[in-house]
């Protein structure tokens, strides 16, 4: 039985990641912070599942700023794959929390390969690295050799640990990947990303719980594709005989205002009539498009997109509303006329 380490593993991608290796009969081990309450509901249906009932699935309290604990932790599980997906993962917060960001999404990475290397365990490491690295893109579409021009501290972050996972593949020969992903969205995404508040929103406003939705940038094109085809596709990338780079991407490109008009549209609304424009949710520097190619993924390992970018917005639409259906939320039920 394989044994996998993930950090992050209560967020999108973490979650969709247990799921795929606890089907694949692996014991996945997860790295949670502590806090005064719990975080875990991404992953509570495992525990549900009578396949798993928590024999093959086990959370660690850990932290990305404690090295001790990452050495401790590693060398005691000697894990078979590590996948670091933990991070301050929101840009716009970012600008906010600099300073955290730098030490968290990138010192942190730093700090689980150097616990790789002193411990000894001989593991493969996978590094989620981000198409905000892109920033101001520098070539249309983007691929392993376009030069990084990040735009936030975040993809700053990124960048820093994206040459820590190169270096130690080149200066120690230890099997470490970085996976390039584009946007990828889920009814798992977090309710502050563009995305889920999107779908959220169009949802409530449906069932008359708001009125109104406040974004900022509606002219950002993005790279969207559907989250649990690219935690396959981190998967898909360590079980290469040898460390590498690659882009997971779509290739198509649509604008937020895209996202917003297929949400509502799906649901018979008209999205001028409910959003609204607001400033505070700009960027200081925007990163105007993002759009990967992913044929070397395709070439090398197999992987290539399924969803399309409408039906991923319907999935997400329908979940949001799904979820406050059954929470039994109306106008009614909480006075919003």
């Not at 889920?196 to 790279?223: H, P, T, V």
């Not at 609204?276 to 190619?293: N, S, T």
Request: proline residues 3%; negative net charge.
């Amino acid at each position: 039985m394989k044994r996998a380490l993930i950090t992050g593993i209560t967020g999108q991608d973490g979650s969709y990641l247990a799921d795929l290796l606890l089907s694949k009969g692996y014991e996945v081990h997860g790295i949670i912070r502590r806090a005064s309450t719990f975080n875990t509901s991404r992953i509570d249906h495992l525990y549900q599942d009578p396949h798993v009932n928590g024999v093959r699935l086990f959370l660690h309290y850990g932290d990305l700023a404690d090295s001790v604990n990452l050495v401790k932790l590693i060398y005691n599980l000697q894990p078979d794959e590590i996948y670091h997906l933990g991070a301050q993962s929101h840009v716009r917060v970012s600008f906010d929390i600099p300073e955290y960001t730098a030490d968290v999404t990138g010192v942190g990475t730093i700090r689980i390969l150097e616990a790789i290397h002193e411990s000894g365990v001989k593991t493969r490491f996978y590094q989620a690295s981000s198409s905000e690295m892109f920033g101001k893109v520098q070539e249309v579409p983007q691929k392993e050799t376009t030069p990084f021009w990040p735009r936030s501290p975040y993809g700053v972050a990124k960048v820093f640990a994206y040459w820590a996972t190169v270096n130690y593949r080149e200066s120690y020969g230890m099997h470490t990947t970085n996976g390039i992903l584009f946007n990828h969205e889920s009814p798992r995404r977090g309710e502050t990303f563009v995305t889920r508040k999107i779908s959220r929103a169009a949802a409530a406003i449906k069932l008359g719980l708001q009125k109104e939705l406040f974004l900022g940038n509606l002219d950002a094109k993005r790279d969207w594709g559907y989250a649990p085809e690219y935690v396959e596709g981190m998967w898909m990338m360590m079980q290469a005989e040898e460390g590498d780079d690659y882009v997971l991407a779509t290739g198509e490109t649509q604008t937020v205002k895209d996202f917003v008009v297929e949400a509502f549209s799906h649901l018979d609304l008209d999205w001028q009539e409910h959003v609204r424009y607001d400033q505070r949710y700009e960027r200081p520097a925007e990163v105007e498009l993002l759009i990967g190619d992913a044929s070397k993924a395709k070439k090398q390992i197999g992987w290539e997109p399924k969803t399309k970018f409408k039906d991923l917005v319907k999935i997400m639409v329908d979940a949001d509303l799904n979820l406050l259906s059954k929470n039994g939320l109306t106008a009614q039920t909480t006075g919003v006329a």
